[in-house]
T-cell receptor
Framework: ETGVTQTPRHLVMGMTNKKSLKCEQH?????MYWYKQSAKKPLELMFV???????ENNSVPSRFSPECPNSSHLFLHLHTLQPEDSALYLC???????????FGPGTRLTVT | AQKVTQAQTEISVVEKEDVTLDCVYE???????LFWYKQPPSGELVFLIR??????QNEISGRYSWNFQKSTSSFNFTITASQVVDSAVYFC??????????????FGTGTQLKVEL
């Protein structure tokens, strides 16, 4: 595999479910990111990790819980979500500060 | 706070026409980076270019060219001889370094480009 991969690509979950999104980067990058893309809204940065340490939490509700076990893997744990959390969740990685970010294909999440 | 404005919500052109996508940004930083990304219907954002605030030279890559003008805080993107495969949403973004590592991208709302035969 090359680049940034995300699984699953599509996810439908109820408001009481617990699920996790997975991201893996094969680029040797140090930083990883989660973004949320809702219809008709700009991409919103959610979390940033650099060398496994969280460096940014953009006021994300606690029902979203990130985990970064190493520089290549990033997870987003989801629990008790709301319908308005339905969106495309994009993972990205970069070599470091000021470098371009490379994005995965995203997970299309629907909360019912 | 940083801000990126892409005033054109949607542009439709006929194949082989040239098209320019506008991007205007606001920042108080003296050093910053600007980016353009392409998002085809498949959803994945594809990196196109990164530009340092100190480098105002225009850049050309095949049919793509970028015009960075610091005086007007603009970083416009031109596609020459557009093709149907260019149909996508294009995002301009501004970078802000994060203490501790990584960088925060502020994206514009995107411009939907439709290229028709």
């Amino acid at each position: 595999e090359t680049g940034v991969t995300q699984t699953p690509r599509h996810l439908v979950m109820g408001m009481t479910n617990k699920k996790s999104l997975k991201c893996e980067q094969h680029l040797g990058h140090n930083a990883m990111y989660w973004y949320k893309q809702s219809a008709k809204k700009p991409l919103e940065l959610m979390f940033v990790y650099n060398f496994k340490e969280q460096t940014e939490n953009n006021s994300v509700p606690s029902r979203f819980s990130p985990e970064c076990p190493n520089s290549s893997h990033l997870f987003l744990h989801l629990h008790t979500l709301q319908p308005e959390d339905s969106a495309l969740y994009l993972c990205a990685s970069s070599e470091g500060t000021d470098y371009e970010q490379y994005f995965g294909p995203g997970t299309r999440l629907t909360v019912t | 706070a940083q801000k990126v404005t892409q005033a054109q919500t949607e542009i439709s052109v006929v194949e082989k026409e040239d098209v320019t996508l506008d991007c205007v940004y606001e920042t108080r930083d003296t050093t910053y980076y600007l980016f353009w990304y392409k998002q085809p219907p498949s959803g994945e954002l594809v990196f196109l270019i990164r530009r340092n605030s100190f480098d105002e030279q225009n850049e050309i890559s095949g049919r793509y060219s970028w015009n960075f003008q610091k005086s007007t805080s603009s970083f416009n993107f031109t596609i020459t001889a557009s093709q149907v495969v260019d149909s996508a949403v294009y995002f301009c973004a501004l970078s802000e370094a994060i203490t501790g590592g990584g960088n925060k991208l502020t994206f514009g709302t995107g411009t939907q480009l439709k290229v028709e035969l």
